[in-house]
Structure formats: structure tokens, C-alpha cells
């Protein structure tokens, strides 16, 4: 991984129970509330919080090395050359040494009680590989947009065949995973939140905290981010068809999420992009009525209680 060799601990160093990953590239208005609120949880265990600082053009890397240089817990990762966000997760999570690894934004937020309730989940069920929660959508200043994400709750959390189905039914800020669970440790491509996770739910299911212990911010980067075009369309299906190879079994679960990109596209941009298809056909199996329901289902209550949310 270019400028970002993997950490190893000292044999007198005592291994972190929580690494805080924070990716940053130009969030010199956003990265000191973010590193702030993660600084400030209330802990029993000790953490470390690792900057990938991908060579900003803006002050972000000045402002994070100066936040290292006086708090013994922060350590900046910085490639030699801009690297993409890809590249940056990757190398930044495979410098981590804590037993649990929490992913947030640089333009994200923490709130209390975060890391030490998402921990003790994971001390109290062995069974899961990740545990996420809801989060509140904040503006660009800050201020609460009255929305949160997901809209409804996942009591029972999700496992791989339910992230196959429904797409990545939690903001990635809002997860907290088990160090081992992770074995995608390199990519030569882009590769998405979604299939970084569909690697690490392989080892188990995900819990669920149905309560707001962060903040999404939204802002014109993370629009562009947010961009569902053709590109990043292609991208996904191929991610899903790579995963389809590699797990046959859930066969249904790739072709009702299939339809549901082709139901959106006919809805939302009155075409449906031709390498949708392409995985409808290959993933195509007369199962696919329960997957397909429960998809709809999903993205049909989270559409209802967003409008009520924009209601009030």
C-alpha cells in the first residue's frame, strides 16, 4: 500500500480495545469537530484514532498533525501521493491494532456514548462481526435537517443475505467492526462501502443500536459522493456480480437486488442502466419473490417515513 506500511506494536506497547479510522481529504471546515467528538468519548478501555490524511490541498493536514503532536492517542497516516478514498480505507484500516475497528468520515460526527455502547455490544455477543446504528443528517453549519438514516429501525440488525438485499442498510460512519473479521486487506480497483462490508459480514451478522449516536453531515462533497450515476451504477453491479460468483447461495437475494436498481431507474431516471440487466440475468432464480418483497418492503417504509420526517 503506497506511504502507509501496517502498524505493529511494540512488545511493551499495550494493544488498543477500540482503533478510530477517520478518513480526511479537504475537510479543513468539518475535521476538528469530527476528531473532537471522537477525542472526547468517555471510555473504559483505552483507543487509538488514525488519521488517513489523503494530501489535502486545504489545511486539513496542518490541523491534524498539530492535533497529533499534542495528543499521545492520534497517529496520521499520509501517502506520498494522493492515493483516492479507496486506497486510503484500506491502508488506514490495516494499520489499526485495536480488537474493534470504528469507521467515521472526516466530515462526520460522534456522538456520547458512541464507541463504549458499540463496544460492549460486541464484548456481549461473540456471534456478531459488526454492530451500527442510526444517525442524524446535519447541514453543512451543523444544524439538525430533521432527518435521520436508517428511517426504520433493523431491531434485529442484518446479516450478509439482508446487506445483499436491502445494499448497505446503515451509514458507514455508524459501524463498528471486529479487527479479524476484516480479510480484504488490498484492491487494484475502486471498490465501495458495500462490498468492504460484504467481506467482514461473511464472519457473522451485524447488530443494530436503534438510537442516533452520530451525525451525517451533509455538504456539496458529500452530494458528489452521493451521486448515483452510471459509473458508480457499474461499479456496484460489479462488485455484486464478483460476490454472486463467490456465493452462489444467495442466489435470490443478488436478483432482487437487481430488480430493485431496475425498479428505481425506471421511476427515477425513466431507464434502467444495461449492466442492472446483466445481473438480473445472471443472478435470475423463481426464488426471488421473498428476497424481493422484503427489499421492497425496506425501501418503501424508508421512503414514507422520510416524507413524514420532511412533514412536521
Request: with cysteine; net charge positive; hydrophobic share 40%.
Given at each position: 500500500?503506497?506511504?502507509?506500511?501496517?502498524?505493529?506494536?511494540?512488545?511493551?506497547?499495550?494493544?488498543?480495545?477500540?482503533?478510530?479510522?477517520?478518513?480526511?481529504?479537504?475537510?479543513?471546515?468539518?475535521?476538528?469537530?469530527?476528531?473532537?467528538?471522537?477525542?472526547?468519548?468517555?471510555?473504559?478501555?483505552?483507543?487509538?484514532?488514525?488519521?488517513?490524511?489523503?494530501?489535502?490541498?486545504?489545511?486539513?493536514?496542518?490541523?491534524?498533525?498539530?492535533?497529533?503532536?499534542?495528543?499521545?492517542?492520534?497517529?496520521?497516516?499520509?501517502?506520498?501521493?494522493?492515493?483516492?478514498?479507496?486506497?486510503?480505507?484500506?491502508?488506514?484500516?490495516?494499520?489499526?491494532?485495536?480488537?474493534?475497528?470504528?469507521?467515521?468520515?472526516?466530515?462526520?460526527?460522534?456522538?456520547?456514548?458512541k464507541l463504549a455502547k458499540q463496544a460492549s455490544l460486541l464484548?456481549?455477543?461473540?456471534?456478531?462481526?459488526?454492530?451500527?446504528?442510526?444517525?442524524?443528517?446535519?447541514?453543512?453549519d451543523g444544524g439538525d435537517t430533521g432527518a435521520q438514516f436508517?428511517?426504520?429501525?433493523?431491531?434485529?440488525?442484518?446479516?450478509?443475505?439482508?446487506?445483499?438485499?436491502?445494499?448497505?442498510?446503515?451509514?458507514?460512519?455508524?459501524?463498528?467492526?471486529?479487527?479479524?473479521?476484516?480479510?480484504?486487506?488490498?484492491?487494484?480497483?475502486?471498490?465501495?462501502?458495500?462490498?468492504?462490508?460484504?467481506?467482514?459480514?461473511?464472519?457473522?451478522?451485524?447488530?443494530?443500536?436503534?438510537?442516533?449516536?452520530?451525525?451525517?453531515?451533509?455538504?456539496?462533497?458529500?452530494?458528489?459522493?452521493?451521486?448515483?450515476?452510471?459509473?458508480?451504477?457499474?461499479?456496484?453491479?460489479?462488485?455484486?456480480?464478483?460476490?454472486?460468483?463467490?456465493?452462489?447461495?444467495?442466489?435470490?437475494?443478488?436478483?432482487?437486488?437487481?430488480?430493485?436498481?431496475?425498479?428505481?431507474?425506471?421511476?427515477?431516471?425513466?431507464?434502467?442502466?444495461?449492466?442492472?440487466?446483466?445481473?438480473?440475468?445472471?443472478?435470475?432464480?423463481?426464488?426471488?419473490?421473498?428476497?424481493?418483497?422484503?427489499?421492497?418492503?425496506?425501501?418503501?417504509?424508508?421512503?414514507?417515513?422520510?416524507?413524514?420526517?420532511?412533514?412536521?
Amino acid at each position: 500500500m503506497p506511504g502507509h506500511p501496517t502498524a505493529k506494536l511494540k512488545p511493551s506497547e499495550p494493544r488498543p480495545k477500540v482503533s478510530v479510522c477517520v478518513l480526511a481529504y479537504n475537510h479543513e471546515r468539518f475535521i476538528g469537530a469530527a476528531l473532537s467528538s471522537v477525542l472526547e468519548q468517555e471510555t473504559p478501555f483505552s483507543l487509538e484514532v488514525i488519521i488517513g490524511e489523503d494530501c489535502s490541498t486545504d489545511s486539513t493536514g496542518a490541523l491534524v498533525d498539530a492535533l497529533a503532536a499534542t495528543d499521545p492517542r492520534v497517529r496520521v497516516l499520509r501517502p506520498k501521493r494522493n492515493i483516492g478514498g479507496s486506497q486510503n480505507f484500506l491502508a488506514t484500516h490495516n494499520a489499526a491494532r485495536g480488537d474493534y475497528v470504528a469507521y467515521m468520515d472526516g466530515d462526520d460526527m460522534m456522538a456520547p456514548g458512541k464507541l463504549a455502547k458499540q463496544a460492549s455490544l460486541l464484548d456481549e455477543r461473540p456471534e456478531l462481526s459488526a454492530c451500527a446504528h442510526r444517525m442524524r443528517i446535519v447541514g453543512e453549519d451543523g444544524g439538525d435537517t430533521g432527518a435521520q438514516f436508517p428511517m426504520v429501525s433493523l431491531p434485529e440488525g442484518f446479516d450478509l443475505r439482508r446487506l445483499i438485499r436491502l445494499g448497505l442498510p446503515v451509514f458507514p460512519s455508524s459501524i463498528m467492526y471486529r479487527r479479524k473479521a476484516r480479510t480484504l486487506r488490498a484492491a487494484d480497483i475502486d471498490i465501495y462501502d458495500w462490498y468492504i462490508f460484504s467481506d467482514i459480514l461473511k464472519a457473522g451478522p451485524a447488530g443494530y443500536i436503534d438510537e442516533c449516536l452520530g451525525m451525517y453531515r451533509v455538504h456539496g462533497a458529500s452530494q458528489v459522493a452521493l451521486d448515483r450515476g452510471p459509473v458508480m451504477t457499474r461499479r456496484m453491479v460489479g462488485h455484486y456480480r464478483e460476490r454472486l460468483r463467490e456465493l452462489p447461495q444467495y442466489r435470490a437475494d443478488f436478483m432482487a437486488r437487481g430488480l430493485m436498481w431496475a425498479w428505481h431507474g425506471i421511476f427515477d431516471e425513466k431507464r434502467v442502466d444495461p449492466a442492472v440487466w446483466g445481473l438480473i440475468m445472471t443472478s435470475a432464480t423463481p426464488k426471488v419473490v421473498l428476497p424481493l418483497a422484503e427489499a421492497f418492503r425496506w425501501a418503501r417504509a424508508n421512503k414514507a417515513a422520510e416524507k413524514r420526517g420532511r412533514s412536521k
